[in-house]
């Protein structure tokens, strides 16, 4: 049902949604996975042509995907480092019958971008600096962590073509390289939208 009306443009709240998720998915779903309305808009923009590859930094178990899969005509793949969730995803995506998304148990370090027309971040290194907020312990978490991971995502953002689109949320934006202007901004500015000019 929550499918069936993400496909048709209806309206599907958070919780009905996070309700597909175990309970343990759930209770870290508010703080570390991107809100419905949030998905529906970042994934209309960088899903500007039929087919278009879209990466997902971090994707959890696969809300960001997994909505922008059913609500536009892109393809979309998650790239996360903790296994259960790539799992979890994984198993939501064929249960659903979502043939445009993939999701890949990986470290970001060894994901080459070029592979992909467009990106998406919601902020998915702030663990490494506010460990308070981890999801859990499953992973090395560590503040040099975070700087050779949002070098590398400028690095290879900073290889893309002219053209490429990004989204990001909650980003402090020092992942972003020279070239990328802002198009437009929501949520109070917390979801900014961007385009590679050069």
């Not at 979890?88 to 148990?105: P, V």
């Not at 080459?112 to 981890?134: H, T």
């Not at 198009?183 to 979801?191: M, R, T």
Request: with cysteine; glycine share 8%; proline share 3%.
């Amino acid at each position: 049902m929550v499918f069936e009306k993400l496909k048709s443009k209806g309206d599907v709240s958070d919780e009905a949604f996070d309700a597909l998720y175990p309970q343990r998915i759930q209770r870290i779903s508010k703080i570390h996975f991107t809100p419905v309305e949030v998905v529906k808009v970042a994934a209309a923009f960088l899903v500007n042509k039929p087919g278009t590859s879209v990466l997902d930094i971090g994707a959890g178990a696969g809300k960001f995907c997994l909505i922008g899969a059913a609500c536009t005509t892109g393809f979309f793949t998650g790239v996360e480092q903790r296994l259960y969730l790539c799992q979890q995803a994984a198993l939501l995506s064929s249960t659903h019958g979502l043939i445009n998304t993939r999701f890949i148990h990986a470290n970001i370090l060894d994901v080459d971008f070029l592979e992909f027309d467009a990106v998406y971040l919601f902020n998915p290194f702030s663990e490494n600096i506010f460990l308070n907020g981890a999801m859990d312990t499953k992973v090395l978490l560590d503040k040099s962590l975070y700087a050779s991971y949002n070098q590398h995502t400028k690095t290879q953002l900073a290889k893309m073509p002219a053209g490429t689109r990004l989204a990001t949320y909650f980003s402090f934006g020092d992942e972003i390289p020279e070239g990328y202007k802002v198009q437009s901004k929501d949520f109070d500015g917390k979801l900014k939208l961007w385009e590679k000019m050069e």
